[in-house]
């Protein structure tokens, strides 16, 4: 990772990494609040990971799924679908929530008893990377949600209460999670360059996703297929492309949003 005269990675201001401690105190809750709701966040995440894995080891879920130019197809999951989910971008983006949150956790925690936190004394470019990561899971569940619901969910709504809980647990309570890490924290607006990792991301995710058809034998996502038509695929990759900016563009007005209003707020009652 390159670094600027001055010993920085690009993207950390002359100011120094969070200088305000933003990532671990809310304008709404206190401290020790806000790593509760992370943890409890969390371990949501992980329990639903451990309770899809163990009932998909004794059990077949049916799900059936569509896409725009592609008819009503149904994936019947097993044992198999354990391993087979470490390729879904759907497991993949829930993982990673699971993972922020503890992460996100444990530093606020520490924050709220001692004051201070080891996120802040890690070297810069591990500072950055959390930058990122940050960036990453306040966007990708709503481009999973979208795409779920609006192109690829086929209905009828499953009876099975396990089917149903899953769904809203990672193409439902995702967005949700993201939505509460967006709004709860201090942060500040990301750099407009981190469009260019979510883009990275995505691309390295296609890359996993032709690499597991090649080794695995499937398709994580139909539309992938080129049986198809490339055209199919390059309209794809370029609406997926173009949603990912948008959502960016809204997560950012989101925080700048919310920054405002706790700022115009701290002043009203500055004057009374």
Not at 14 to 37: E, Y
Not at 51 to 66: E, F, G
Not at 190 to 205: A, D, E, K, M, R
Not at 251 to 267: A, H, K, P
Request: one cysteine or more.
């Amino acid at each position: 990772m390159s670094v600027d005269k001055m010993g920085r990675p690009p993207c950390i201001p002359p100011t120094g990494f969070d200088p305000k401690r933003t990532f671990v105190q809310s304008a709404f809750i206190s401290p020790i609040m806000l790593a509760t709701v992370r943890a409890i966040i969390s371990l949501y995440c992980f329990t639903t990971i451990i309770v899809c894995y163990n009932w998909l080891a004794h059990n077949h879920s049916k799900t059936t799924l569509q896409d725009v130019n592609i008819s009503s197809y149904t994936i019947i999951s097993g044992s198999s679908g354990i391993s087979q989910s470490f390729s879904f971008f759907t497991y993949l983006t829930y993982w990673s929530l699971g993972f922020y949150f503890l992460f996100a956790s444990i530093h606020t925690f520490r924050f709220a008893f001692v004051r201070s936190t080891w996120l802040h004394k890690w070297p810069k470019p591990l500072q950055l990377l959390h930058s990122f990561y940050y960036t990453t899971i306040t966007c990708f569940p709503f481009l999973v949600s979208i795409v779920f619901w609006g192109t690829m969910y086929s209905g009828p709504w499953p009876r099975g209460r396990f089917e149903q809980w899953i769904n809203i647990s990672i193409h439902g309570l995702n967005s949700l999670f993201a939505i509460i890490e967006i709004m709860l924290p201090a942060t500040i607006p990301f750099p407009w360059t981190h469009i260019s990792v979510l883009l990275i991301v995505l691309s390295l995710y296609l890359g996993l996703a032709y690499l597991t058809r090649w080794t695995g034998g499937f398709y994580v996502y139909e539309w992938m297929n080129p049986a198809h038509g490339t055209v199919s695929i390059v309209l794809h990759i370029v609406c997926y492309t173009a949603g990912i900016i948008i959502l960016f563009s809204f997560v950012q007005g989101s925080i700048m949003s919310r920054n405002y209003l706790t700022r115009t707020i701290y002043q009203a009652n500055m004057r009374f």
